[in-house]
Nanobody
Framework: QLQLVESGGGLVQPGGSLRLSCAAS????????IGWFRQAPGKEREGVSC????????NYADSVKGRFTISRDNAKNTVYLQMNSLKPEDTSVYYC?????????????????????WGQGTQVTVSS
């Protein structure tokens, strides 16, 4: 069974940090770009960050630049999202998605659709 599983979410105070993981099972992530997305209640899904298959290209939403870092460890078949200096507005369900043939260019978030593999999401809550 092909699936992505996110983990690492939780409750954190403003200014705190979390590291999300996106682990694949049933397939190798070597040839896939990975996108992190988030969706808060009543809001549209937002592309947060993307990393291409080699790890040589990344992209970030303006709202998280300088605070979030995406990375991948293909040997562990896992992609990470390090989130620092968290703000209440980062509160959301975070999803990872895997898609072949995407290089994480400027329109990357529009390219992850039904043809991508999606995880079930992990809740991140930033609150004091």
């Amino acid at each position: 069974q092909l699936q992505l599983v996110e983990s690492g979410g939780g409750l954190v105070q403003p200014g705190g940090s979390l590291r999300l993981s996106c682990a694949a099972s049933g397939f190798t992530l070597d040839y896939y770009a990975i996108g992190w997305f988030r969706q808060a209640p009543g809001k549209e899904r937002e592309g947060v960050s993307c990393i291409n298959s080699s790890g040589g290209r990344t992209n970030y939403a303006d709202s998280v630049k300088g605070r979030f870092t995406i990375s991948r460890d293909n040997a562990k078949n896992t992609v990470y999202l390090q989130m620092n200096s968290l703000k209440p507005e980062d509160t959301s369900v975070y999803y990872c998605a895997a898609k072949r043939g995407t290089q994480c260019g400027s329109i990357w978030s529009r390219l992850f659709g039904d043809d991508a593999y999606w995880g079930q999401g992990t809740q991140v809550t930033v609150s004091s």
